[in-house]
């Protein structure tokens, strides 16, 4: 059974920093894509970071310079370090567990993790 379990949200005031991890069990974590979206109420959801297998990352160009992105294969875990955090960045945060092995796609979604920016 694939399991994929986000953790690390909370209330954080703005300029703050917060770090989010997700543990995947029941997949080979290491060929997977691994990815942070978020979604704010009434938006919709959006991609924050992604990582590659190997390592390689991908922001979207609203994302560079406070988010980062960074797996440990050993532990089936990914991180996403947040800095500097803003009001606008309180979102429901979702990992995603991504892969195309043998031509079949396989997608596994967290349950979110709420973060709260607000003084």
């Known amino acids: 059974q694939v399991q994929v379990v986000e953790s690390g949200g909370g209330l954080v005031q703005p300029g703050g920093s917060l770090r989010l991890s997700c543990a995947a069990s029941?997949?080979?974590?290491?060929?997977?894509?691994m990815g942070w979206y978020r979604q704010a109420p009434g938006k919709q959801r959006e991609l924050v970071a992604s990582?590659?297998?190997?390592?390689?990352?991908n922001y979207p160009d609203s994302m560079k310079g406070r988010f980062t992105i960074s797996r440990d294969n050993a532990k089936n875990t990914v991180y996403l370090q947040m800095n500097s955090l803003k009001p606008e960045d309180t979102a429901v945060y979702y990992c995603?567990?991504?892969?195309?092995?043998?031509?079949?796609?396989?997608?596994?979604w967290g349950q979110g993790t709420q973060v709260t920016v607000s003084s």
């Open positions: 995603n567990a991504w892969a195309m092995i043998v031509g079949r796609t396989y997608d596994y």
């Open positions: 029941g997949i080979i974590f290491r060929l997977y894509v």
């Open positions: 990582i590659n297998s190997d390592g390689s990352t």
